[in-house]
Protein backbone atom coordinates (compact mmCIF):
# COMPACT_ATOMS: atom_id res chain seq x y z
CA UNK A 1 0.00 0.00 0.00
CA UNK A 2 1.37 3.15 -1.05
CA UNK A 3 0.78 5.85 1.18
CA UNK A 4 1.88 9.74 0.83
CA UNK A 5 5.11 11.63 2.58
CA UNK A 6 2.53 13.59 4.43
CA UNK A 7 0.38 11.59 5.58
CA UNK A 8 3.60 9.15 7.19
CA UNK A 9 4.55 12.40 8.80
CA UNK A 10 0.85 13.40 10.42
CA UNK A 11 0.42 9.71 11.73
CA UNK A 12 4.24 10.26 13.33
CA UNK A 13 3.42 13.61 14.81
CA UNK A 14 0.31 12.24 16.11
CA UNK A 15 2.31 8.96 17.55
CA UNK A 16 4.87 11.37 19.23
CA UNK A 17 1.89 13.28 20.91
CA UNK A 18 0.20 9.88 22.19
CA UNK A 19 3.90 9.20 23.92
CA UNK A 20 4.08 12.61 25.68
CA UNK A 21 0.53 11.95 26.94
CA UNK A 22 1.69 8.51 28.40
CA UNK A 23 5.07 10.09 29.59
CA UNK A 24 4.53 13.46 30.94
CA UNK A 25 2.81 12.61 34.24
CA UNK A 26 5.59 10.06 35.10
CA UNK A 27 7.98 13.24 34.54
CA UNK A 28 6.46 15.06 36.49
CA UNK A 29 6.32 12.91 39.60
CA UNK A 30 9.96 12.57 39.08
CA UNK A 31 10.28 16.41 39.38
CA UNK A 32 8.47 16.60 41.89
CA UNK A 33 10.21 14.04 44.03
CA UNK A 34 12.93 17.45 44.38
CA UNK A 35 10.49 19.77 44.11
CA UNK A 36 11.52 22.42 46.89
CA UNK A 37 8.38 23.72 47.72
CA UNK A 38 6.55 21.51 49.91
CA UNK A 39 3.19 21.78 47.81
CA UNK A 40 4.75 21.18 45.00
CA UNK A 41 3.51 24.01 43.16
CA UNK A 42 4.89 24.96 39.43
CA UNK A 43 6.93 26.13 38.46
CA UNK A 44 9.81 24.69 40.14
CA UNK A 45 11.86 27.65 42.00
CA UNK A 46 13.93 25.09 44.06
CA UNK A 47 15.74 21.98 44.20
CA UNK A 48 15.93 19.57 47.02
CA UNK A 49 16.81 15.84 48.25
CA UNK A 50 14.85 16.09 51.54
CA UNK A 51 11.65 14.57 50.13
CA UNK A 52 14.19 11.30 49.32
CA UNK A 53 15.99 11.57 52.44
CA UNK A 54 12.86 11.33 54.58
CA UNK A 55 11.32 8.58 52.69
CA UNK A 56 15.04 6.17 53.39
CA UNK A 57 14.24 6.76 57.29
CA UNK A 58 10.66 7.10 57.54
CA UNK A 59 9.94 3.20 59.19
CA UNK A 60 6.42 3.04 58.14
CA UNK A 61 7.23 3.68 54.46
CA UNK A 62 10.07 0.62 55.20
CA UNK A 63 8.10 -1.71 57.07
CA UNK A 64 5.13 -1.67 54.42
CA UNK A 65 7.10 -2.57 51.16
CA UNK A 66 8.87 -5.39 53.11
CA UNK A 67 5.02 -6.40 53.69
CA UNK A 68 4.16 -6.02 49.99
CA UNK A 69 7.23 -7.88 49.19
CA UNK A 70 6.90 -10.59 51.68
CA UNK A 71 2.91 -11.02 49.98
CA UNK A 72 4.12 -11.25 46.89
CA UNK A 73 6.82 -13.29 47.12
CA UNK A 74 4.33 -15.96 48.77
CA UNK A 75 1.70 -15.58 46.02
CA UNK A 76 3.95 -16.05 43.53
CA UNK A 77 5.55 -19.22 44.43
CA UNK A 78 1.60 -20.71 45.66
CA UNK A 79 0.80 -19.52 42.03
CA UNK A 80 3.69 -21.20 40.43
CA UNK A 81 2.85 -24.55 41.60
CA UNK A 82 -1.16 -23.84 41.17
CA UNK A 83 -0.61 -22.58 37.63
CA UNK A 84 2.10 -25.22 36.54
CA UNK A 85 -0.18 -27.99 37.48
CA UNK A 86 -3.11 -26.56 35.97
CA UNK A 87 -1.47 -25.44 32.08
CA UNK A 88 0.29 -29.14 32.36
CA UNK A 89 -3.38 -30.67 32.95
CA UNK A 90 -4.98 -28.21 30.15
CA UNK A 91 -2.52 -28.90 27.81
CA UNK A 92 -2.04 -32.68 27.75
CA UNK A 93 -5.45 -33.46 27.73
CA UNK A 94 -8.70 -33.07 26.56
CA UNK A 95 -11.50 -33.48 28.64
CA UNK A 96 -15.09 -32.90 29.40
CA UNK A 97 -14.83 -29.15 31.25
CA UNK A 98 -11.74 -28.29 30.31
CA UNK A 99 -12.97 -24.58 28.59
CA UNK A 100 -14.63 -24.54 32.27
CA UNK A 101 -11.76 -24.83 33.73
CA UNK A 102 -10.00 -22.26 31.85
CA UNK A 103 -12.33 -19.85 32.07
CA UNK A 104 -12.16 -20.34 35.97
CA UNK A 105 -8.50 -19.43 36.26
CA UNK A 106 -9.05 -16.19 33.69
CA UNK A 107 -12.42 -15.13 35.61
CA UNK A 108 -10.17 -13.10 38.98
CA UNK A 109 -8.68 -10.67 36.01
CA UNK A 110 -11.68 -10.46 33.63
CA UNK A 111 -13.70 -9.08 36.53
CA UNK A 112 -13.58 -6.35 38.17
CA UNK A 113 -10.98 -5.80 41.26
CA UNK A 114 -14.31 -4.75 43.25
CA UNK A 115 -16.25 -7.88 42.40
CA UNK A 116 -13.33 -9.97 44.05
CA UNK A 117 -12.78 -8.26 46.17
CA UNK A 118 -16.35 -8.18 47.92
CA UNK A 119 -17.05 -11.26 47.27
CA UNK A 120 -14.06 -12.72 49.04
CA UNK A 121 -14.57 -10.20 51.91
CA UNK A 122 -18.21 -11.34 52.07
CA UNK A 123 -17.03 -15.19 52.11
CA UNK A 124 -14.48 -14.72 54.98
CA UNK A 125 -16.42 -12.46 57.08
CA UNK A 126 -19.76 -13.11 56.55
CA UNK A 127 -19.72 -17.25 55.25
CA UNK A 128 -16.92 -18.38 56.92
CA UNK A 129 -16.30 -16.41 59.50
CA UNK A 130 -12.58 -15.20 59.82
CA UNK A 131 -11.24 -12.55 60.44
CA UNK A 132 -9.34 -10.49 57.64
CA UNK A 133 -5.43 -11.11 57.79
CA UNK A 134 -2.38 -11.83 56.48
CA UNK A 135 -3.61 -15.07 55.28
CA UNK A 136 -6.97 -14.25 53.75
CA UNK A 137 -4.67 -11.54 51.93
CA UNK A 138 -2.14 -14.07 50.10
CA UNK A 139 -5.32 -16.34 49.55
CA UNK A 140 -6.92 -13.74 47.76
CA UNK A 141 -3.68 -12.60 45.68
CA UNK A 142 -3.19 -16.17 44.52
CA UNK A 143 -6.71 -16.21 43.03
CA UNK A 144 -5.61 -13.54 40.77
CA UNK A 145 -2.17 -14.56 40.27
CA UNK A 146 -2.45 -17.58 39.23
CA UNK A 147 -3.36 -17.03 35.68
CA UNK A 148 -0.12 -14.99 34.79
CA UNK A 149 1.69 -18.71 35.25
CA UNK A 150 -1.32 -20.47 33.89
CA UNK A 151 -1.21 -18.38 30.60
CA UNK A 152 2.48 -18.68 30.11
CA UNK A 153 3.36 -22.17 30.53
CA UNK A 154 0.20 -23.35 29.06
CA UNK A 155 1.88 -21.14 25.86
CA UNK A 156 4.73 -22.59 26.13
CA UNK A 157 4.07 -26.24 26.74
CA UNK A 158 1.89 -26.12 23.62
CA UNK A 159 4.91 -25.34 21.70
CA UNK A 160 6.91 -27.61 22.76
CA UNK A 161 4.44 -30.65 22.01
CA UNK A 162 4.63 -34.19 24.27
CA UNK A 163 7.30 -36.30 22.34
CA UNK A 164 10.35 -35.52 24.15
CA UNK A 165 8.01 -36.17 27.41
CA UNK A 166 6.79 -39.50 25.87
CA UNK A 167 10.68 -40.68 25.47
CA UNK A 168 11.41 -39.96 28.42
CA UNK A 169 8.37 -42.15 29.77
CA UNK A 170 9.80 -44.79 27.07
CA UNK A 171 13.34 -44.41 29.10
CA UNK A 172 11.69 -45.49 32.26
CA UNK A 173 11.61 -42.06 33.62
CA UNK A 174 8.83 -41.83 36.10
CA UNK A 175 6.69 -38.74 36.43
CA UNK A 176 8.61 -36.59 38.66
CA UNK A 177 11.83 -37.23 36.73
CA UNK A 178 10.43 -36.80 33.48
CA UNK A 179 9.02 -33.22 34.82
CA UNK A 180 12.30 -32.31 36.42
CA UNK A 181 14.90 -33.71 33.76
CA UNK A 182 12.62 -32.76 30.67
CA UNK A 183 9.88 -30.51 31.03
CA UNK A 184 10.63 -28.18 33.82
CA UNK A 185 14.28 -26.98 31.84
CA UNK A 186 11.94 -26.12 28.79
CA UNK A 187 9.96 -24.53 30.81
CA UNK A 188 11.90 -22.46 32.88
CA UNK A 189 11.60 -18.69 30.53
CA UNK A 190 7.87 -19.47 30.84
CA UNK A 191 8.09 -20.05 34.74
CA UNK A 192 9.65 -16.70 35.13
CA UNK A 193 8.03 -14.41 33.00
CA UNK A 194 5.01 -16.22 34.62
CA UNK A 195 6.57 -15.46 37.92
CA UNK A 196 7.47 -11.59 37.41
CA UNK A 197 3.80 -10.88 36.10
CA UNK A 198 2.56 -12.82 39.25
CA UNK A 199 4.82 -10.37 41.64
CA UNK A 200 3.95 -7.17 39.95
CA UNK A 201 0.39 -8.00 39.65
CA UNK A 202 0.49 -8.73 43.68
CA UNK A 203 2.72 -6.41 44.28
CA UNK A 204 0.81 -3.26 42.67
CA UNK A 205 -2.75 -4.25 43.87
CA UNK A 206 -5.03 -2.50 45.87
CA UNK A 207 -8.67 -3.05 45.57
CA UNK A 208 -8.75 -6.80 46.46
CA UNK A 209 -6.30 -5.87 48.96
CA UNK A 210 -8.29 -3.30 51.00
CA UNK A 211 -10.84 -5.88 50.88
CA UNK A 212 -9.37 -8.75 52.28
CA UNK A 213 -6.42 -7.43 54.33
CA UNK A 214 -6.53 -6.93 58.57
CA UNK A 215 -6.73 -3.68 60.12
CA UNK A 216 -3.39 -4.08 61.05
CA UNK A 217 -2.04 -4.53 57.71
CA UNK A 218 -0.25 -2.13 55.44
CA UNK A 219 0.86 -3.14 51.70
CA UNK A 220 3.14 -0.62 49.90
CA UNK A 221 0.54 0.77 47.95
CA UNK A 222 -2.01 0.65 51.11
CA UNK A 223 0.56 3.27 52.07
CA UNK A 224 0.53 5.33 49.33
CA UNK A 225 -3.25 5.72 49.74
CA UNK A 226 -3.04 6.67 53.27
CA UNK A 227 -0.31 9.48 52.69
CA UNK A 228 -1.72 10.66 49.68
CA UNK A 229 -4.16 12.83 50.71
CA UNK A 230 -1.83 14.17 54.12
CA UNK A 231 -0.46 17.43 52.60
CA UNK A 232 2.88 17.26 54.00
CA UNK A 233 3.09 13.95 53.27
CA UNK A 234 2.84 14.20 49.34
CA UNK A 235 6.54 14.52 48.58
CA UNK A 236 7.35 11.67 49.89
CA UNK A 237 4.68 10.10 48.09
CA UNK A 238 6.69 11.35 44.73
CA UNK A 239 9.44 9.62 45.39
CA UNK A 240 8.33 6.34 46.33
CA UNK A 241 5.98 6.52 43.10
CA UNK A 242 9.61 6.95 41.36
CA UNK A 243 11.10 4.44 43.52
CA UNK A 244 7.87 2.21 42.00
CA UNK A 245 8.39 3.09 38.56
CA UNK A 246 12.34 2.22 38.38
CA UNK A 247 11.70 -1.22 40.61
CA UNK A 248 9.12 -1.86 37.70
CA UNK A 249 12.04 -1.36 35.02
CA UNK A 250 13.52 -4.16 36.22
CA UNK A 251 11.66 -7.18 35.80
CA UNK A 252 10.80 -6.00 32.14
CA UNK A 253 14.95 -5.63 31.66
CA UNK A 254 15.04 -9.29 33.46
CA UNK A 255 12.49 -10.92 31.54
CA UNK A 256 13.87 -9.47 28.15
CA UNK A 257 17.39 -11.00 29.01
CA UNK A 258 16.47 -14.09 30.52
CA UNK A 259 13.71 -14.96 27.63
CA UNK A 260 16.37 -14.04 24.91
CA UNK A 261 19.08 -16.18 26.89
CA UNK A 262 17.11 -19.32 27.42
CA UNK A 263 15.18 -20.16 24.23
CA UNK B 1 10.16 -54.62 32.69
CA UNK B 2 11.97 -54.48 35.95
CA UNK B 3 12.27 -50.35 35.41
CA UNK B 4 8.56 -50.47 35.52
CA UNK B 5 7.68 -52.48 38.64
CA UNK B 6 10.29 -49.72 40.63
CA UNK B 7 7.92 -47.00 39.74
CA UNK B 8 4.56 -48.61 40.19
CA UNK B 9 2.56 -44.67 41.05
CA UNK B 10 4.08 -43.75 37.34
CA UNK B 11 3.54 -46.70 35.29
CA UNK B 12 0.12 -46.47 37.65
CA UNK B 13 -0.23 -42.82 36.04
CA UNK B 14 0.55 -43.95 32.49
CA UNK B 15 -2.12 -46.27 32.44
CA UNK B 16 -4.42 -44.29 33.81
CA UNK B 17 -4.51 -40.82 32.09
CA UNK B 18 -8.18 -39.76 33.93
CA UNK B 19 -6.73 -39.83 37.55
CA UNK B 20 -3.20 -38.57 36.15
CA UNK B 21 -5.30 -35.63 35.06
CA UNK B 22 -6.99 -35.15 37.78
CA UNK B 23 -3.40 -35.96 39.98
CA UNK B 24 -2.77 -32.38 38.27
CA UNK B 25 -5.83 -30.89 38.84
CA UNK B 26 -7.13 -31.23 41.94
CA UNK B 27 -4.60 -28.42 43.81
CA UNK B 28 -5.21 -25.60 41.55
CA UNK B 29 -9.01 -26.49 40.31
CA UNK B 30 -9.46 -27.31 44.33
CA UNK B 31 -8.49 -24.37 45.52
CA UNK B 32 -10.52 -21.92 42.72
CA UNK B 33 -13.50 -23.48 43.09
CA UNK B 34 -13.44 -23.47 46.83
CA UNK B 35 -12.16 -19.76 47.11
CA UNK B 36 -13.58 -18.05 44.16
CA UNK B 37 -16.39 -19.99 42.92
CA UNK B 38 -17.89 -20.42 46.29
CA UNK B 39 -17.18 -16.72 47.28
CA UNK B 40 -19.08 -15.79 44.15
CA UNK B 41 -22.21 -17.69 44.74
CA UNK B 42 -22.06 -16.89 48.06
CA UNK B 43 -22.20 -13.48 47.14
CA UNK B 44 -25.24 -13.73 45.11
CA UNK B 45 -27.09 -15.49 48.24
CA UNK B 46 -26.21 -12.36 50.22
CA UNK B 47 -27.42 -10.16 48.31
CA UNK B 48 -31.13 -11.63 49.24
CA UNK B 49 -30.22 -11.98 52.86
CA UNK B 50 -30.85 -8.61 54.84
CA UNK B 51 -29.54 -6.41 57.76
CA UNK B 52 -31.51 -6.28 61.40
CA UNK B 53 -31.99 -2.24 61.31
CA UNK B 54 -31.07 -1.90 65.39
CA UNK B 55 -27.56 -4.26 65.73
CA UNK B 56 -26.30 -3.61 62.04
CA UNK B 57 -25.80 -7.53 62.02
CA UNK B 58 -26.61 -9.64 58.52
CA UNK B 59 -29.74 -11.98 59.09
CA UNK B 60 -30.39 -14.95 57.01
CA UNK B 61 -34.03 -13.51 56.39
CA UNK B 62 -34.45 -13.76 52.35
CA UNK B 63 -35.54 -10.53 50.84
CA UNK B 64 -35.57 -8.78 47.50
CA UNK B 65 -35.58 -5.52 48.93
CA UNK B 66 -31.45 -5.66 48.11
CA UNK B 67 -32.39 -6.08 44.27
CA UNK B 68 -34.85 -4.39 43.71
CA UNK B 69 -33.41 -1.10 45.82
CA UNK B 70 -29.78 -1.69 43.46
CA UNK B 71 -31.58 -1.63 40.26
CA UNK B 72 -34.48 0.86 40.80
CA UNK B 73 -33.80 3.62 43.11
CA UNK B 74 -32.58 7.12 41.47
CA UNK B 75 -29.39 7.20 43.38
CA UNK B 76 -27.94 3.84 42.18
CA UNK B 77 -29.51 4.81 38.86
CA UNK B 78 -27.66 7.75 38.67
CA UNK B 79 -24.52 6.39 40.01
CA UNK B 80 -24.86 3.68 37.19
CA UNK B 81 -25.18 5.87 34.44
CA UNK B 82 -22.49 7.88 35.57
CA UNK B 83 -20.19 4.65 35.70
CA UNK B 84 -20.89 3.37 32.46
CA UNK B 85 -20.86 7.14 31.21
CA UNK B 86 -17.26 7.02 32.48
CA UNK B 87 -16.27 3.32 30.98
CA UNK B 88 -17.71 3.99 27.66
CA UNK B 89 -16.50 7.32 26.66
CA UNK B 90 -13.10 6.26 28.12
CA UNK B 91 -13.11 3.66 25.71
CA UNK B 92 -14.14 5.78 22.92
CA UNK B 93 -11.24 8.59 23.18
CA UNK B 94 -8.96 5.60 24.20
CA UNK B 95 -10.02 3.50 20.80
CA UNK B 96 -9.51 7.38 18.80
CA UNK B 97 -5.85 7.82 20.55
CA UNK B 98 -4.87 4.15 20.17
CA UNK B 99 -5.36 4.43 16.11
CA UNK B 100 -3.25 6.48 14.39
CA UNK B 101 -0.18 5.25 17.06
CA UNK B 102 -0.99 1.68 16.49
CA UNK B 103 -1.01 1.84 12.91
CA UNK B 104 1.76 4.36 12.61
CA UNK B 105 3.75 1.31 14.32
CA UNK B 106 2.55 -1.74 12.72
CA UNK B 107 2.59 -0.17 8.46
CA UNK B 108 5.36 3.41 9.13
CA UNK B 109 7.73 2.79 11.17
CA UNK B 110 10.90 1.17 10.56
CA UNK B 111 11.44 -1.90 12.11
CA UNK B 112 13.97 -0.42 14.34
CA UNK B 113 11.74 2.29 15.51
CA UNK B 114 8.99 -0.20 15.50
CA UNK B 115 10.77 -2.50 18.22
CA UNK B 116 11.39 0.71 19.99
CA UNK B 117 8.09 1.88 19.85
CA UNK B 118 6.44 -1.56 21.51
CA UNK B 119 8.76 -0.81 24.23
CA UNK B 120 8.30 2.34 25.48
CA UNK B 121 4.37 1.59 24.83
CA UNK B 122 3.99 -1.54 26.93
CA UNK B 123 6.73 -0.25 29.34
CA UNK B 124 4.17 1.72 31.47
CA UNK B 125 2.21 -1.33 31.64
CA UNK B 126 4.60 -1.91 34.64
CA UNK B 127 4.68 1.46 36.05
CA UNK B 128 2.00 0.74 39.47
CA UNK B 129 -1.94 1.83 38.64
CA UNK B 130 -1.02 3.60 41.80
CA UNK B 131 1.74 5.54 40.72
CA UNK B 132 -0.12 6.90 37.68
CA UNK B 133 -3.38 7.89 39.57
CA UNK B 134 -1.17 9.70 41.54
CA UNK B 135 1.23 11.38 38.97
CA UNK B 136 -2.55 12.82 37.81
CA UNK B 137 -3.12 14.11 40.98
CA UNK B 138 0.17 16.02 40.50
CA UNK B 139 -0.75 17.51 37.43
CA UNK B 140 -3.90 17.99 37.86
CA UNK B 141 -3.48 19.77 41.12
CA UNK B 142 -4.25 23.81 41.72
CA UNK B 143 -0.56 24.86 41.74
CA UNK B 144 0.42 22.13 39.65
CA UNK B 145 1.72 21.93 35.92
CA UNK B 146 -1.55 21.65 34.23
CA UNK B 147 -2.33 25.05 35.99
CA UNK B 148 0.53 26.63 35.17
CA UNK B 149 0.74 26.22 31.28
CA UNK B 150 -2.72 26.94 30.61
CA UNK B 151 -2.94 30.36 33.28
CA UNK B 152 -1.01 32.41 30.39
CA UNK B 153 -4.02 31.60 27.96
CA UNK B 154 -6.38 32.87 30.83
CA UNK B 155 -7.46 28.79 32.02
CA UNK B 156 -6.59 27.29 34.87
CA UNK B 157 -6.38 23.28 35.48
CA UNK B 158 -9.65 21.54 35.55
CA UNK B 159 -9.05 20.49 39.02
CA UNK B 160 -10.68 17.20 40.23
CA UNK B 161 -13.94 16.16 39.29
CA UNK B 162 -15.30 14.16 36.44
CA UNK B 163 -13.56 15.23 33.95
CA UNK B 164 -10.49 13.75 35.92
CA UNK B 165 -11.59 10.97 36.02
CA UNK B 166 -12.29 10.25 32.17
CA UNK B 167 -9.06 11.67 31.35
CA UNK B 168 -7.16 9.49 34.17
CA UNK B 169 -9.43 6.32 33.08
CA UNK B 170 -7.96 7.26 29.57
CA UNK B 171 -4.67 6.88 30.25
CA UNK B 172 -4.32 4.26 32.87
CA UNK B 173 -6.09 1.72 30.02
CA UNK B 174 -4.40 3.23 26.98
CA UNK B 175 -1.76 0.84 26.79
CA UNK B 176 -3.66 -1.92 27.03
CA UNK B 177 -5.83 -0.63 23.82
CA UNK B 178 -2.91 -0.09 22.22
CA UNK B 179 -1.65 -3.39 22.18
CA UNK B 180 -4.16 -5.31 20.64
CA UNK B 181 -5.01 -2.99 17.92
CA UNK B 182 -1.59 -2.85 16.86
CA UNK B 183 -1.63 -6.30 16.89
CA UNK B 184 -4.16 -6.69 14.38
CA UNK B 185 -2.75 -4.33 12.08
CA UNK B 186 0.35 -6.29 11.89
CA UNK B 187 -1.73 -9.39 10.92
CA UNK B 188 -2.80 -7.81 8.04
CA UNK B 189 -0.82 -9.75 5.23
CA UNK B 190 0.72 -6.83 2.87
CA UNK B 191 -0.29 -9.20 0.19
CA UNK B 192 -3.92 -8.29 0.61
CA UNK B 193 -3.73 -4.86 0.36
CA UNK B 194 -1.36 -5.01 -2.78
CA UNK B 195 -4.83 -6.75 -4.60
CA UNK B 196 -6.77 -3.98 -3.25
CA UNK B 197 -4.56 -1.15 -5.11
CA UNK B 198 -3.79 -3.73 -8.05
CA UNK B 199 -7.54 -3.90 -8.09
CA UNK B 200 -7.75 -0.14 -8.54
CA UNK B 201 -8.78 1.01 -5.13
CA UNK B 202 -7.17 4.11 -3.86
CA UNK B 203 -5.35 3.76 -0.35
CA UNK B 204 -7.97 5.75 1.51
CA UNK B 205 -10.57 2.64 -0.14
CA UNK B 206 -8.18 0.06 0.79
CA UNK B 207 -7.79 1.49 4.47
CA UNK B 208 -11.85 1.70 4.63
CA UNK B 209 -12.64 -1.59 3.09
CA UNK B 210 -9.67 -3.69 3.34
CA UNK B 211 -7.79 -2.92 6.59
CA UNK B 212 -10.51 -1.05 8.71
CA UNK B 213 -12.76 -4.50 9.16
CA UNK B 214 -9.95 -6.93 9.80
CA UNK B 215 -8.80 -4.80 12.76
CA UNK B 216 -11.92 -5.08 14.46
CA UNK B 217 -11.15 -8.10 16.78
CA UNK B 218 -8.40 -6.13 18.00
CA UNK B 219 -10.19 -3.04 18.63
CA UNK B 220 -12.83 -4.94 20.24
CA UNK B 221 -10.59 -6.95 22.40
CA UNK B 222 -8.63 -3.61 23.58
CA UNK B 223 -11.93 -1.93 24.73
CA UNK B 224 -12.69 -4.97 26.76
CA UNK B 225 -9.84 -4.10 28.96
CA UNK B 226 -11.01 -0.17 29.13
CA UNK B 227 -14.16 -0.89 29.58
CA UNK B 228 -14.57 -3.85 32.02
CA UNK B 229 -11.58 -1.86 34.30
CA UNK B 230 -13.01 1.39 33.96
CA UNK B 231 -16.17 0.28 35.26
CA UNK B 232 -15.15 -1.32 38.19
CA UNK B 233 -12.34 1.02 39.36
CA UNK B 234 -13.11 3.51 42.19
CA UNK B 235 -9.56 4.33 43.30
CA UNK B 236 -8.91 6.60 40.80
CA UNK B 237 -12.70 8.66 41.42
CA UNK B 238 -11.10 8.70 45.04
CA UNK B 239 -8.20 10.77 44.08
CA UNK B 240 -8.87 12.83 41.25
CA UNK B 241 -12.74 12.57 41.25
CA UNK B 242 -13.50 15.01 44.18
CA UNK B 243 -17.07 14.59 44.87
CA UNK B 244 -17.51 11.99 41.97
CA UNK B 245 -19.42 9.00 42.93
CA UNK B 246 -19.30 6.12 41.14
CA UNK B 247 -20.47 2.41 41.35
CA UNK B 248 -17.61 1.06 42.92
CA UNK B 249 -17.41 4.03 46.02
CA UNK B 250 -20.79 3.14 46.74
CA UNK B 251 -19.91 -0.84 46.93
CA UNK B 252 -16.82 0.21 49.16
CA UNK B 253 -18.80 2.71 50.98
CA UNK B 254 -21.25 -0.52 51.82
CA UNK B 255 -19.07 -2.43 52.98
CA UNK B 256 -16.35 -0.63 54.48
CA UNK B 257 -18.39 2.24 56.07
CA UNK B 258 -21.85 1.28 56.52
CA UNK B 259 -21.10 -2.60 57.60
CA UNK B 260 -24.39 -3.67 54.93
CA UNK B 261 -22.99 -6.77 52.86
CA UNK B 262 -26.21 -7.76 51.90
CA UNK B 263 -26.49 -4.17 49.82
CA UNK B 264 -22.85 -4.17 48.78
CA UNK B 265 -23.52 -7.40 46.98
CA UNK B 266 -26.60 -6.60 45.58
CA UNK B 267 -24.48 -3.63 43.98
CA UNK B 268 -21.27 -5.89 42.77
CA UNK B 269 -24.20 -7.41 40.87
CA UNK B 270 -24.57 -4.06 38.25
CA UNK B 271 -20.88 -4.49 36.51
CA UNK B 272 -21.03 -7.88 37.09
CA UNK B 273 -24.24 -8.17 34.78
CA UNK B 274 -22.68 -5.17 32.49
CA UNK B 275 -19.89 -6.64 31.91
CA UNK B 276 -21.44 -10.33 31.21
CA UNK B 277 -23.90 -8.68 28.54
CA UNK B 278 -20.81 -6.98 27.08
CA UNK B 279 -18.51 -9.68 26.76
CA UNK B 280 -21.78 -11.83 25.25
CA UNK B 281 -21.92 -8.80 22.66
CA UNK B 282 -18.66 -9.17 21.37
CA UNK B 283 -17.53 -12.92 21.73
CA UNK B 284 -19.31 -12.51 18.40
CA UNK B 285 -16.62 -10.97 17.19
CA UNK B 286 -14.10 -13.73 18.12
CA UNK B 287 -12.25 -11.07 19.70
CA UNK B 288 -11.95 -13.39 23.26
CA UNK B 289 -9.59 -15.38 21.83
CA UNK B 290 -7.33 -12.15 21.06
CA UNK B 291 -6.70 -11.18 25.05
Known amino acids: ?263 | MKQRAKKPVSSFLYNHPTLHRWALLVLPVGWMALVYIVALIALLITALWSVNEYTGAVEMTWTFDNLIQAFTDSLYLTVTERTLFIAVLATVIDIILAFPIAFYMARMASPRARKLLVILVSTPLWAGYLVKAYAWRSVLSGSGVLDMILRPFGGHSPGYGLFAVILVEVYLWLPYVITPIYTAFEQVPESLLEASSDLGARSGVTIRKVLLPMIVPGVVAGSIFSFSLSLGDYIVAGIVGGKTQVLGNIIYTDVGVANNSPMAAACALIPIIIIGVYLMLVSRTGALKRL
Open chain 1, 1 to 263: MELKKSTKVLFGIAAGIVLLFIYAPLAVVLINSVNGDATLAWPVRSVTFEWWGRAFHSAGLLSAALTSFGVAIVATIVSLILGTLCALALQRYDFFGKSAINMLVILPIALPGIVTGIALNNAFTTMVGIKLSMFTLIVAHVTFTIVTVYNNVFARLGQLGQHTEEASADLGAGVWTTFRLVTFPRIKSSLFAGALLAFALSFDEIVVTTFTAGQDITTLPIWIMNNMFRPHQAPVVSVVAVIMVVISLVPLWLSQRVTSDID
